[in-house]
């Protein structure tokens, strides 16, 4: 199992980009599949973005298509969510997981979580 550490979260001004990353230890992350969540207050854990094991194929929710952007660098064992033109809505807690099922399951499924990194976009 992944372990995983979510950083680059801070405060922005709505219109503003931000890039997250989330840094897996183990020398297996280039077997696995990636993928963001989020989890805005008072709201449920929901799908962000996933990226395949190789980076070759992605896939994203309605609400950030077009905005977002995720890939992954194996040598790092990273995986990154360019966000632009941020919104207030997307003000969420940002967390990462793996599997090696593609697609991801729904967040619900997982268990293991890091700490996530806080977004928050001011309007």
């Known amino acids: 199992q992944v372990q995983l550490v979510e950083s680059g979260g801070g405060l922005v001004q709505a219109g503003g980009s931000l890039r997250l990353s989330c840094t897996a230890s183990?020398?297996?992350?280039?077997?696995?599949?990636m993928g963001w969540f989020r989890q805005a207050p008072g709201k449920e854990r929901d799908f962000v973005a996933a990226?395949?094991?190789?980076?070759?194929?992605?896939y994203y929710a309605g609400a950030v298509k077009g905005r977002f952007t995720i890939s992954r660098d194996n040598a790092k064992n990273t995986v990154y969510l360019q966000m632009n033109s941020l919104k207030p809505e997307d003000t969420a807690v940002y967390y990462c997981?793996?599997?090696?099922?593609?697609?991801?399951?729904?967040?619900?499924?997982?268990?293991?979580w890091g700490q996530g990194t806080q977004v928050t976009i001011f309007s």
């Open positions: 183990g020398r297996t992350f280039s077997s696995y599949h």
């Open positions: 990226i395949n094991y190789r980076g070759s194929r992605t």
């Open positions: 997981n793996a599997d090696l099922q593609y697609p991801l399951k729904a967040a619900l499924e997982y268990d293991n």
